[in-house]
């Protein structure tokens, strides 16, 4: 297991080995509170209501509120046409818990979630699977991503990409890309060889058209503007830089393509057919989240620790505002916090005596 899967083969492995008791089907559906104390929480679990009372403490760690359809439409820009990554029982009931005991959520960092560029694949028997395009697509040499006038809009390397989708208002948008580039790195479901493009076709996830200017038509965007774009970039991957969105900078080659001459992520646009994949603003998180102290306990409104409550994770609100500076930044905090909830919890009363 690599990355994230491992991640959480650990966690697991480790929780089993200390005897932890775990619960799945068993909903936390309020908070138990003695006083100013939280003391517990009532769980849903085989139909049942179940009060668990908590001696040291609870934490709140239920994974934020990307599937929240009020929250979406407070806090995330497009909220209809925005695909979340996280799974649907994430609606932010952590959270609502927590407001309604007495604490606080911050309402806005600099990004209100980990901005995540999305496509989506209709099955025929009419699931749909989600798309992640992080780095196997986007950043490598020849493809560009346009919106309805066939222009570009943005680096499409940057990692924070979905923002200049906000800002530009280019959504939904498209990746395109010509057959050269398709057969050697895939885009999006057809993976890198071009491995499922037949497939991908047939259940219309990708288009592809003989001319730009047919997919144009195919894609509903305008066909100059793509025909342009097109020629623009091919001029630029000739010279390697890219004057209109900086696209194979020096924070964006690590994702190109090294063997790739002479800018890793600049490639021509030029050998037909073409193919084109829509896209959307989507999250792999949302990042705001409730106010903690610096021993992971909720804050009320007057700034004061409700006791007994602890948040980490996607309930606590991002120390970086919503900009880690690096890939893997949501998962140390979590880690980080996590352990200080616990430390402070087994530390218990003799530390609020000392504190």
């Known amino acids: 297991m690599t990355m ?18 775990l619960w799945d089907r068993a ?9 100013n104390r939280i003391t517990g929480a009532v769980i849903e679990r085989n139909g049942e209501r179940i009060e668990v009372t908590a001696n040291r403490g609870v934490v709140l760690a239920s994974g934020g509120f990307s599937a929240n359809p009020e929250m979406r439409a407070k806090f995330i820009p497009y909220p209809d046409q925005h695909v979340s990554l996280v799974p649907e029982t994430n ?32 099955h025929p028997d009419g699931t749909v699977t989600k798309f992640p395009h992080l780095f196997l697509d986007r950043p490598k040499p020849g493809c560009i991503a346009v919106n309805s006038r066939g222009e570009r809009f943005a680096d499409e390397a940057a990692l924070d990409m979905v923002k200049d989708m906000h800002a530009s208002g280019s959504v939904p948008a498209h990746l395109v890309c010509d057959h050269k580039f398709i057969k050697k790195y895939g885009l999006g479901m057809v993976k890198p060889g071009g491995m499922g493009l037949k497939k991908w076709i047939n259940q219309g996830y990708i288009v592809t058209a003989p001319t730009l200017a047919e997919l144009a038509g195919k894609i509903g965007v305008d066909a100059a503007g793509l025909e342009e774009s097109a020629r623009r970039m091919t001029r630029y991957a000739s010279d390697g830089h890219d004057p209109d969105f900086g696209k194979g900078n020096p924070k964006d080659v690590g994702m190109g393509d090294p063997d790739h001459k002479p800018n890793p992520c600049l490639g021509p646009v030029e050998t037909g057919p073409f193919y084109a994949v829509k896209v959307y603003p989507g999250d792999s998180t949302t990042t705001l989240g409730l106010r903690v102290d610096d021993r992971a306990r909720v804050m009320d ?52 005596k000392v504190a």
């Open 4 to 21: 994230g899967n491992a991640l959480m083969a650990r966690l697991l492995r480790s929780a089993l080995d200390a005897g932890v008791e």
């Open 91 to 122: 609606t932010g009931d952590g959270l609502n818990m927590a407001m309604s005991a007495g604490g606080v959520m911050e309402e806005e960092n600099l990004c209100n979630g980990a901005w995540t560029l999305m496509s989506l694949a209709t």
């Open 301 to 352: 409104t007057a700034g004061q620790p409700l006791k007994g409550l602890y948040a980490a994770g996607l309930d606590m609100n991002s120390l970086w505002r919503g900009v880690p500076p690096g890939n893997g930044g949501n998962n140390t905090l979590s880690l980080t916090f996590g352990y200080i909830a616990a430390l402070d919890m087994a530390q218990g009363e003799a530390h609020d």
């Open 27 to 35: 909903a936390v559906v309020d908070l138990l509170k003695d006083g």
